[in-house]
């Protein structure tokens, strides 16, 4: 199975923050690496596909950007309705695997 | 507008079985594949199964967790998925979300509310 390695697990920063998260592939996925979003209690909402497309109606503020093993997810200027999980998922490889996902808190 | 409504979750016994359902509309239900994701309290996503569609010859797919206990079946004329789940263990507690799949390319855009399903004696 392709591992999926996303770093920190969480991190805590102001409004206004540029806030990074790295996911890491245990082998070349290419460009098949989405994000999603989830709100506690809430299913998750996708974001971005194929590393570095945004989905229709995301914010601007968001982007991502990686190939092969190596991917992030940048929040340029991070918003109190960005309190979230973000998981990273590849969809290159059977079965179909997420990252741990980032808690991302507001200091 | 698409919406994807999951139901049918409950308290189960352990070696028990479950039935969900994934009801569908506002699209070409027939151009898609259909997966569930699963999701154990306070932890992270697992991707468990999916259903393609009839051009991809309704092939199922899964994970090897689940794979011989849970079966993933679609009715196209009702625009829905099912998942039926035996010997259910304790470890399969979690809430459970259907997904659609943007075909040839694995990506889940629209999500169910999720239905939680606690395995428990």
């Known amino acids: 199975d392709t591992q999926l390695t996303q770093s920190p697990s969480s991190l805590s920063a102001s409004v206004g923050d540029r806030v990074t998260i790295t996911c890491q592939a245990s082998?070349?996925?290419?460009?098949?690496v989405n994000w999603y979003q989830q709100k506690p209690g809430k299913a998750p909402k996708f974001l971005i596909y194929?590393?570095?497309h945004l989905e229709t109606g995301v914010p601007s503020r968001f982007s991502a950007s990686g190939s092969g093993t190596y991917f992030t997810f940048t929040i340029s200027s991070l918003q109190p309705e960005d309190i979230a999980t973000y998981y990273c998922q590849q969809s290159q490889n059977l079965p179909f695997t997420f990252g741990g996902g980032t808690k991302v808190e507001i200091k | 507008e698409v919406e994807v409504v999951d139901s049918g979750g409950g308290l189960v016994q352990p070696g028990g079985s479950l039935r969900l359902s994934c009801a569908t509309s506002g699209f070409i239900f027939t151009e898609h594949d259909i997966d569930w994701v699963r999701q154990p309290p306070g932890k992270g996503l697992e991707w468990i199964g999916r259903?393609?569609?009839?051009?991809?010859?309704?092939?199922?797919e899964y994970a090897a967790s689940v794979k011989g206990r849970f079966t993933i079946s679609r009715d196209d004329s009702k625009k829905s998925v099912y998942l039926e789940m035996t010997s259910l263990e304790i470890e399969d507690t979690a809430v459970y979300y259907c997904?659609?799949?943007?075909?040839?390319?694995?990506?889940?855009?629209?999500w169910g509310q999720g239905t939680l399903v606690i395995v428990s004696s």
């Open positions: 194929d590393a570095s």
């Open positions: 259903t393609r569609n009839e051009a991809n010859t309704y092939t199922t």
């Open positions: 997904v659609r799949d943007l075909t040839g390319e694995s990506y889940f855009d629209f």
């Open positions: 082998q070349d996925i290419r460009n098949s």
